[in-house]
């Protein structure tokens, strides 16, 4: 049974901070490329960032100085650290696994696994 779960979401204040952890079971994060996606209501899921099995990392421009992606093998979990955040980034927050290792699909169909979510919320 291949799994991911997402935890750390929450309420936040705008310009607030959050830690999101992605944790897998079943297989080994190691040789897969990782990203997190986020819904906003109504909006369509998109990618904000990922790291592939070599540890290259990959922003979108809205997100790039303010989030951060991170993996600790050992512990078999992937981090994004959101920093700065806005009330427009408000969602629920997904990480994903793909099997192209060694680049960061920008296609959602190339993810072979999804998490459930957390939601996150940017309020004051």
């Known amino acids: 049974q291949l799994q991911l779960v997402e935890s750390g979401g929450g309420l936040v204040q705008p310009g607030g901070s959050l830690r999101l952890s992605c944790a897998a079971s079943?297989?080994?994060?190691?040789?897969?490329?990782i990203g997190w996606f986020r819904q906003a209501p109504g909006k369509e899921r998109e990618g904000i960032s990922c790291?592939?099995?070599?540890?290259?990392?990959n922003y979108p421009d809205s997100v790039k100085g303010r989030f951060t992606i991170s993996r600790d093998n050992a512990k078999n979990t992937v981090y994004l650290q959101m920093n700065s955040l806005k009330p427009e980034e408000t969602g629920i927050y997904y990480c994903?696994?793909?099997?192209?290792?060694?680049?960061?699909?920008?296609?959602?169909?190339?993810?072979?696994?999804w998490g459930q979510g957390t939601q996150v919320t940017v309020s004051s």
């Open positions: 079943g297989f080994t994060l190691d040789y897969y490329a």
């Open positions: 994903a696994a793909s099997g192209n290792s060694h680049a960061c699909p920008g296609n959602l169909e190339w993810y072979n696994y």
């Open positions: 790291i592939t099995s070599g540890g290259f990392t």
